[in-house]
Nanobody
Framework: QVQLVESGGGLVQTGGSLTLSCAASGSGFSSRTMAWYRQAPGKQRDVVASITPSGVTNYADSVKGRFAISRDNAKNTVSLQMNSLKPEDTALYYC?????????WGQGTQVTVSS
């Protein structure tokens, strides 16, 4: 029904920037809350940022002021602009789509921040 494909991950130095993108297929994109999660090895998966159908955003305290989530309903994409990256941002980043009780996940894209 819904497929999510992340891209844009890579290796960057501390203080650098990176933009992640998530391309969604399937119907109803504009009605779904989109979010980015991340999971480091041995850690739980935590939400990084989310954006509602109306454009309301929310961020984890650890990334406020550094990351920005946006969506383009015409293109069925959601992006995460990451600035001032820190080694602790290193993780596998997942795109998430939710409407009601139904959730979909992408395969993840790796972000590694070197010191």
């Amino acid at each position: 029904q819904v497929q999510l494909v992340e891209s844009g991950g890579g290796l960057v130095q501390t203080g650098g920037s990176l933009t992640l993108s998530c391309a969604a297929s399937g119907s109803g994109f504009s009605s779904r809350t989109m979010a980015w999660y991340r999971q480091a090895p041995g850690k739980q998966r935590d939400v990084v940022a989310s954006i509602t159908p109306s454009g309301v955003t929310n961020y984890a305290d650890s990334v406020k002021g550094r990351f920005a989530i946006s969506r383009d309903n015409a293109k069925n994409t959601v992006s995460l602009q990451m600035n001032s990256l820190k080694p602790e941002d290193t993780a596998l980043y997942y795109c998430n789509s939710r409407r009601g009780i139904v959730e979909y996940w992408g395969q993840g894209t790796q972000v590694t921040v070197s010191s």
